[in-house]
């Protein structure tokens, strides 16, 4: 029965180290927990220890694939948010966790975090705690949601996981496609689409 709790944390480690918007890890947490009968608690735990290492191998090799796919501009551009948010300290947590209480994909977070070179320990202690509330609350959802209505489950959760993707495909392309150094300094929105070498 081990191995079940080990295939929450690989499912969740997966979700979370590809540096693409994919539905929340959440959804494989719930998945599993609901077809296997497992022990809530040790889902919620192996699910987020899952993501909070798949988030930081993402910020590890993120630079590496930036720095060949991305134009100097646009890394210099995501560089510079990465600056801004080290230099807000306290704010910058503040915003970590209450994004990652939403349940929506902190992929374009963890690119920006990754091609600004800001240090994964930096926002993983934010991270955790928004990530270990939010799975905690949405995986208790996923149980009480099956044992009592499984079309509510049905529903919500396919809604939740389009939406989820939706925007995190926005964020991610506001995270390329916007020229951040222009409209913070100069307060001009500006989109620059070419940003590939």
């Known amino acids: 029965m081990w191995w079940y709790y080990l295939l929450v944390f690989v499912g969740a480690f997966i979700f979370d180290v590809v540096p693409f918007p994919s539905p929340p890890a959440f959804t494989i947490m719930v998945f599993l927990q609901i077809v296997f009968n497992l022990n809530i608690w040790l889902v919620i735990i192996c699910g987020v220890l899952g993501s909070i290492i798949g988030r930081y191998v993402l910020t590890l090799y993120i630079p590496k694939i930036a720095g060949k796919i991305f134009n100097p501009t646009k890394n210099e551009d995501v560089q510079y948010l990465g600056k801004i948010l080290k230099e807000k300290g306290w704010k910058s947590q503040l915003v970590i966790i209450a994004y990652s209480l ?3 994909p902190t992929t374009p977070l963890f690119i920006a975090a990754g091609m600004a070179k800001v240090r994964p320990f930096y926002i993983i202690p934010a991270f955790f ?30 809604w939740q996981s389009i939406t989820s993707v ?11 496609f916007i020229d951040w150094r222009s409209l913070i300094q100069s307060k001009i929105f500006r989109l620059n689409f070419k940003i590939w070498k």
């Open 129 to 158: 705690i928004g990530k270990f509330t939010s799975d905690t609350v949405l995986v208790y959802f996923g149980k009480y949601s099956t044992l009592n209505v499984e079309s509510m489950l049905q529903g919500s959760y396919q």
């Open 166 to 176: 939706c925007v995190g495909i926005f964020m991610l392309s506001s995270l390329l």
């Open 102 to 104: 939403l349940p929506l």
